[in-house]
């Protein structure tokens, strides 16, 4: 099976990322079928070859969550659907997938924190009024 994943260059500290075609039973630096892309997270540049990832989407290749949101993002998917495609330029500014999975733990701890402190600040110590029923 052929996946649609990156492949990590650049230097310590200094991710840049080649987006490629490759064999999903070969290591994350194996030697790929096809180069589609770039992507640079630092700089928030992504540069993809549409006409070679849509061939390689047409032939069944699979793509990890990093690959899918980065199509999304420039529009591929939608041109592979047949819709038109149109680029988002904020879409890399947000947060990314794999960062979006760890927060969504702890979001949910620190919303409940939340909505406890809220109710706690709400009361402020004062007992409610109570009303004389007649």
């Not at 490759?22 to 549409?50: C, F, K, M, W």
């Not at 989407?57 to 969550?65: K, P």
């Not at 680029?87 to 979006?100: I, Q, S, Y």
């Amino acid at each position: 099976m052929v996946k649609l994943r990156l492949k990590r260059l650049g230097k310590k500290k200094q991710p840049f990322y080649r987006i490629v075609a490759i064999h999903s039973t070969l290591s994350r630096q194996g030697r790929a079928l096809d180069q589609i892309g770039t992507y640079n997270p630092q700089h928030s540049a992504v540069n993809i070859n549409e006409e070679s990832a849509i061939q390689w989407l047409n032939r069944g290749a699979v793509m990890t969550e990093t690959v899918e949101a980065l199509f999304r993002s420039q529009g591929v998917l939608a041109k592979w659907k047949g819709f038109e495609g149109v680029e988002r330029k904020n879409a890399l500014t947000k947060d990314k997938p794999k960062r979006r999975r760890k927060l969504s733990g702890i979001s949910v701890t620190s919303a409940t924190e939340q909505n406890t402190e809220d109710k706690t600040s709400e009361d402020d110590g004062t007992q409610p009024e109570e009303t004389a029923e007649e």
